[in-house]
């Protein structure tokens, strides 16, 4: 085996053989450990590979392990004596041992030159640097990012383009030929690419012919050519980020006459608008499919068949909020002047930090769009007044005036859609009207965050303070709620003359010896959307827990709105780690007892689903608007167990019920659950984003 003499650079060998001629050093000197452990820390390169060695740690790093096994003292001692050796290597590209000014140069690839002259305080700086990137990284892990679905889905089509090669490998135990280091292009050049893959966070994974280096290009489909500009080459991920910047040969499934936005392929926010939405759907079910399989830790049988992702109404037209924002003025922090002139107002480019303006945007409603127009009118006025950048909110509310009654009763739908509005009807210019057979909806932008807005769910009526959260598609909400309606109780139970359900299914149905399920808890209940929708199935009552005070008293505003009384939806405020109260266990019987949680993206925490464990509904709606930390939860609650998760805080044990038999007698079950469904819905179209709902029932053994 070739001693891997490169691992060493001479200013290691000067540290510790400084007053040493080298014809003197022998092999009993040598340890390729404390060479590697000296109090400096240096980088230095192994095959081509760049590599970061800290001091001050216990034991041997795995690297320096890797080396001692490469390198033994005697092959080490011919190394230095020899020169013949040095210059051989030193022709086969690695890094000749001799004198730091005459060491052949490395290729940087776009950073900061190779120096061995950093400071002791520029390697600690740099030390720093690394450990906070590498404490992000794990904090992403732990919450289904789109970094880590990007690298999962990097790597696998890695996988899949060695595995064909790993079969050509014989295994010998001679000497191998040196790994030739691929020649990457320059950040900044162009390059023609083919996408061969579509990752779950909507960008295409391409590659460049004769390479199997892979390139992450936004705007692209499977099956496309694309001009792209290098932008980066991240080598511990081993991927490089591009730019799109042409089609050269488009797919079989693009067609550009579909787009409707003048600034797709720059603004970051939608990325499908080439495509027929019926393969955006088949794409969005993919993502869901890839989700469970990498992020649940479940057995392949154990998730059921993914079903077609429900569609939305609307494919443009649908979004009731935005967000636009602009800048501060340059060097705002330091001279506190307004702008000289109206900024850019929009959004970010996609991999830039900048602001694109934006005049218009085709997904959002009519009234937001509205809103979008007078706000960029009023800034070009009052730009002046601004020392700073801000957020500009554009949320449609509804006021809904009934037809075909009598004036009285229309006077008294105007009231009751005016009542939590603190501002005076707004002028005709700034409405949309939105006629049924019904009733005639006034739509309006409220742009105060600490307005009210108002949105109808078919009959059901929701007032919310206007900057807080509540789902941005209101053509799908009907739709939606309907879906959970169905599955939020288990099937009744099959006819006589009906078919037995197969052995494997893992559908739970309603027997005479089951209790029905008469208590409805929702988790993460926000301003009451499932409490309020589901409230007439559960004769026991319901009860919506979430975290914000603010939310649960907008929650039982709603109840009133809509004519439910107490007790039937009551709302409660508690933290995640005290969701469910000993009054709520007390209360709500197990057997009796359904959950519907809706989450946020980073999903449930290691205390809450360790608290629903020991509940044990018997039955589990999971709604979510990121299916790779719900997939990642689920997991959890298949396996019965928060251990293993990923989740922080977790307890060595599954989750655990007691079933009384004499005090002191209690005995332990694990709690765990089967899916009975999973499937995706489509909120945001033209988007790569699926919101996801799995329907779980507890595991009676």
């Not at 409230?535 to 319901?542: A, V, Y």
């Amino acid at each position: 085996m070739r001693p891997c003499s490169s691992a060493i650079p001479p200013l290691f060998l000067r540290s510790r053989f400084l007053y040493w001629p080298v014809s003197s050093i022998r092999s009993s000197h040598l340890s390729v450990s404390p060479l590697l452990g000296i109090n400096r820390p240096r980088s230095f390169e192994v095959r081509g590979a760049h590599y970061q060695h800290r001091s001050g740690k216990k034991g041997k790093s795995k690297r320096s392990q890797e080396i001692q096994g490469l390198l033994s003292p005697d092959d080490f001692t011919r190394m230095l004596r020899g020169p013949s050796n040095s210059s051989k290597m030193a022709s086969e590209g690695q890094v000749k041992m001799g004198d730091e000014p005459q060491q052949q140069s490395r290729q940087n690839h776009g950073k900061r030159p190779f120096s061995h002259d950093k400071s002791k305080r520029g390697m600690k700086r740099e030390n720093k640097k690394h450990g906070k990137k590498a404490r992000k990284r794990e904090r992403d892990m732990a919450t289904g990012s789109a970094e880590e679905v990007l690298a999962i889905d990097v790597q696998n089509l890695i996988d899949s383009l060695n595995q064909a090669d790993d079969g050509n490998v014989e295994s010998v135990e001679t000497e191998a030929e040196e790994p030739k280091t691929e020649a990457l292009p320059e950040e900044g050049s162009e390059v023609d690419l083919d996408i061969v893959e579509l990752a779950s966070t909507g960008e295409g994974l391409a590659l460049r012919k004769g390479s199997k280096r892979v390139y992450v290009v936004p705007f692209a489909v499977p099956g496309d050519t694309v001009k792209a500009k290098v932008y980066r080459h991240l080598r511990d991920e081993n991927y490089t980020v591009a730019d799109f910047v042409s089609v050269v040969t488009p797919s079989p499934s693009r067609d550009d006459s579909r787009i409707q936005c003048k600034y797709f392929a720059t603004c970051s926010g939608c990325q499908f608008q080439m495509l027929d939405y019926s393969h955006q759907l088949q794409l969005k079910k993919r993502i869901v499919e890839k989700a469970f399989r990498h992020f649940s830790q479940l057995p392949p049988e154990l998730v059921p068949a993914i079903r077609d992702t429900i569609g939305s109404p609307l494919q443009y037209g649908y979004r009731t909020k935005l967000t636009p924002h602009f800048d501060g003025p340059q060097g705002w922090r330091r001279t506190k002047k307004p702008f000289d002139s109206c900024p850019p107002i929009g959004f970010m480019p996609k991999g830039k930090r900048n602001t694109l303006d934006i005049e218009d945007c085709p997904i959002s409603t009519d009234a937001v769009r509205l809103g979008m127009r007078r706000e960029r009118a009023r800034m070009a006025v009052e730009y002046g007044k601004y020392t700073r950048g801000a957020t500009i909110l554009l949320r449609e509310s509804t006021k809904r005036i009934p037809k075909n009654v009598s004036s009285s009763s229309a006077e008294g739908g105007r009231d009751e859609a005016t009542k939590y509005s603190s501002s005076p009807p707004p002028p005709e210019d700034e409405v949309v009207r939105v006629e049924t057979d019904e009733y005639t909806d006034l739509k309006t932008c409220v742009t105060d965050n600490n307005g009210k807005s108002t949105e109808y769910v078919g009959p059901y009526v929701f007032h919310n303070p206007a900057g807080s959260f509540f789902q941005n598609n209101n053509s799908i909400l009907p739709v939606f709620t309907d879906y959970i309606r169905e599955h939020i109780l288990p099937p009744s139970s099959p006819s006589p003359s009906s078919s037995s359900p197969s052995p494997d299914s893992t559908t739970t149905t309603t027997t005479t010896t089951t209790p029905r399920i008469k208590f409805l808890i929702d988790a993460y209940s926000g301003s009451g959307l499932f409490t309020i929708t589901l409230s007439s199935l559960f004769p026991g009552g319901s009860v919506g827990i979430d975290i914000s005070d603010a939310s649960v008293s907008y929650a039982s505003r709603n109840a009133a709105s809509n004519a439910i009384p107490p007790s039937r939806a009551t709302f409660i405020a508690a933290d995640a780690a005290d969701l469910f109260t000993p009054e709520v266990r007390a209360r709500y019987a197990p057997d009796e007892t359904a959950v519907v949680l809706d989450p946020p993206r980073k999903g449930c925490d290691a205390a809450f689903l360790r608290q629903l464990l020991d509940l044990a509904p018997r039955r589990v709606v999971y709604v979510s608007c990121n299916v790779h930390t719900q997939a990642r939860d689920v997991g959890v609650l298949v396996r019965g167990e928060v251990l293993g998760s990923g989740l922080e805080g977790a307890d060595a044990g599954g989750a655990t019920t007691t079933t009384g038999v004499g005090e002191g007698e209690k005995k332990k079950k694990k709690t765990r659950y089967a899916i009975e469904s999973i499937r995706g819905f489509d909120f945001f179209p033209q988007t790569g984003h699926v919101e996801g709902v799995a329907v779980l029932n507890r595991v009676d053994e």
